[in-house]
């Protein structure tokens, strides 16, 4: 593991205590079942979203009521295309920052489906399969090699079984406003996705000015390097300011 920036050691009860986790496409909640227990160990309020996957709107709307139900200032926990939708839901007053992990940061006007297109095309886009109403799921080839290819064959049985499949329209959804221009941001780089490019990954984290930590990892860094995850996590809850 390689990082990018050293976080100042927090003082205990300092920092924002609530993060809510917010999930990417082909996947649930259950993705972050590693991370949570970890990051409550550490006396922080945890929420992982569960988002309905039918529109970039939708999933907005689903995370800005776990806000809502936040008794303070909330950290902003984002994989994937769950990187669109903080980006949008992260203006709310009562976020204080958002993380990225191995997710989409993209700016006013853009959508996470468009994006990231003066890279090489991520191999596990070619594994993408629609249905007849639009929504796009996984094959269990793309889950093995290209989602989750540094899991036990079990767990990756689990990902194939219990993905969400994802409507087209979702990665479609434009951003009207980048959160991350007045919010404080961190980047968790995977360095072996292969469903987003890691180069690109380490553009988009230089362009919201985050701090950052690589991990050799795939797609789901959550599931592969728990401790990790859940540790920069923590440092960035610790040092993300109160207002």
Same mark, same amino acid.
């Given at each position: 593991?390689?990082?990018?920036?050293?976080?100042?050691?927090?003082?205990?009860?300092?920092?924002?205590?609530?993060?809510?986790?917010?999930?990417?496409?082909?996947?649930?909640?259950?993705?972050?079942?590693?991370? #949570?227990?970890?990051?409550?160990?550490?006396?922080?309020?945890?929420?992982?979203?569960?988002?309905?996957?039918?529109?970039?709107?939708?999933?907005?709307?689903?995370?800005?009521?776990? #806000?809502?139900?936040?008794?303070?200032?909330?950290?902003?926990?984002?994989?994937?295309?769950?990187?669109?939708? #903080?980006?949008?839901?992260?203006?709310?007053?009562?976020?204080?920052?958002?993380?990225?992990?191995?997710?989409?940061?993209?700016?006013?006007?853009?959508?996470?489906?468009?994006?990231?297109?003066?890279?090489?095309?991520?191999?596990?886009?070619?594994?993408?399969?629609?249905?007849?109403?639009?929504?796009?799921? #996984?094959?269990?080839?793309?889950?093995?090699?290209?989602?989750?290819?540094?899991?036990?064959?079990?767990?990756?049985?689990?990902?194939?079984?219990?993905?969400?499949?994802?409507?087209?329209?979702?990665?479609?959804?434009?951003?009207?406003?980048?959160?991350?221009?007045?919010?404080?941001?961190?980047?968790?780089?995977?360095?072996?996705?292969?469903?987003?490019?890691?180069?690109?990954?380490?553009?988009?984290?230089?362009?919201?000015?985050?701090?950052?930590?690589?991990?050799?990892?795939?797609?789901?860094?959550?599931?592969?390097?728990?401790?990790?995850?859940?540790?920069?996590?923590?440092?960035?809850?610790?040092?993300?300011?109160?207002?």
């Amino acid at each position: 593991m390689t990082t990018t920036r050293e976080t100042p050691a927090a003082t205990p009860g300092s920092g924002t205590r609530n993060v809510l986790l917010v999930h990417g496409a082909w996947a649930n909640s259950s993705s972050w079942s590693k991370v #949570i227990p970890l990051l409550q160990a550490k006396g922080l309020h945890v929420t992982a979203v569960q988002m309905p996957l039918t529109s970039l709107a939708d999933d907005v709307a689903a995370t800005q009521r776990a #806000i809502a139900l936040q008794d303070g200032p909330v950290l902003l926990v984002s994989h994937s295309y769950g990187g669109a939708v #903080i980006t949008e839901a992260g203006n709310d007053p009562k976020v204080s920052g958002l993380v990225y992990v191995a997710a989409f940061a993209p700016n006013d006007g853009e959508a996470a489906g468009e994006m990231g297109k003066a890279f090489p095309t991520p191999p596990g886009l070619a594994e993408l399969r629609p249905d007849k109403g639009g929504y796009l799921s #996984i094959t269990p080839k793309g889950v093995a090699e290209d989602f989750a290819q540094d899991l036990t064959n079990s767990e990756i049985q689990v990902l194939t079984a219990t993905q969400g499949p994802t409507n087209g329209a979702a990665l479609g959804g434009k951003v009207s406003h980048a959160a991350w221009k007045t919010k404080p941001s961190w980047y968790v780089i995977s360095e072996n996705d292969r469903m987003i490019s890691p180069d690109f990954e380490r553009a988009m984290a230089t362009q919201i000015k985050a701090k950052s930590v690589s991990l050799r990892s795939s797609h789901v860094p959550m599931l592969s390097h728990p401790s990790e995850v859940a540790q920069f996590i923590s440092d960035a809850a610790n040092t993300a300011p109160l207002h």
